[in-house]
């Protein structure tokens, strides 16, 4: 079966720090894959998504992810985090039947 | 975008009695998922939401438990059975499509159910 892991539980770090979060995923073929955003108190939003071609993607709010398919990796990555980026992340990928595969999210916090 | 509606946003109910919560998409959508996602925990797929024909459950989840309903592409429906305070979690539903949104999936604000 298909599977997600997120390797940091919690991160924190300081306005205009940079941040990478790691996601693996366990699937050897075609895969779709996310990162998702949680805000406190607000719903799931989508920050990014891989199909195919350029393997680096860029998302909103200046967040970008490479996927890596010899590591069968996405990280998420952006090179100076705010505040306002304090949220809980999520990588995903698209399971056969349509549904998405999570993993167990990273928490991120910024201060300020 | 698809634009998600759940009803209710959050309930406190009591142990051995039923909730049924309400998915509601603007626009016709071909998938439809329920999810959960316990306190602390990632999300987790309960069952595909199938119009016209039973719901397809993940392992775990019984239609007994969470019984299901998608009359239409734009509705669906997740009963939460003879609950106890192990129900207690947000319960989530997402679509995949909508307009102009191929192969994305959206999710709904979610619903907080708390089991005394």
């Known amino acids: 079966a298909q599977s997600v892991s997120q390797h940091n539980h919690h991160v924190i770090l300081s306005e205009a720090a940079s941040l990478e979060l790691g996601c693996n995923y366990s699937?050897?073929?075609?895969?779709?894959l996310f990162w998702y955003v949680q805000y406190p108190g607000q719903h799931l939003q989508l920050l990014l998504k891989?199909?195919?071609?350029?393997?680096l993607v860029k998302g909103i709010k200046g967040f970008e992810a490479e996927f890596i398919k010899s590591k069968f990796s996405f990280n998420l990555r952006k090179p100076s985090v705010q505040w306002s980026d304090t949220a809980e992340y999520f990588c995903?990928?698209?399971?056969?039947?349509?549904?998405?595969?999570f993993g167990k999210g990273t928490k991120l916090s910024v201060k300020p | 975008s698809a634009v998600i509606s759940q009803k209710p946003s959050r309930d406190i109910c009591q142990r051995g009695t039923s909730l049924t919560i309400q998915c509601q998409v603007d626009?016709?959508?071909?998938?439809m998922f329920w999810y959960r996602q316990q306190p602390g925990q990632s999300l987790t797929l309960i069952a595909t939401?199938?119009?016209?024909?039973?719901?397809?459950?993940e392992s775990g989840f019984v239609i007994d438990k969470f019984p299901i309903s998608r009359p239409n592409l734009t509705f669906s429906t997740l009963t939460v059975s003879n609950m106890s305070p192990e129900d207690s979690s947000i319960y989530l539903c997402?679509?995949?499509?909508?307009?102009?949104?191929?192969?994305?999936?959206?999710f709904g604000p979610g619903t907080r159910l708390t089991v005394l």
């Open positions: 997402s679509v995949e499509g909508g307009r102009r949104a191929y192969n994305e999936q959206f």
């Open positions: 699937y050897g073929g075609t895969v779709n």
């Open positions: 891989y199909f195919s071609g350029d393997p």
């Open positions: 995903a990928v698209r399971g056969s039947q349509g549904n998405l595969i």
């Open positions: 626009s016709q959508v071909t998938m």
């Open positions: 939401a199938n119009q016209g024909s039973e719901a397809t459950y």
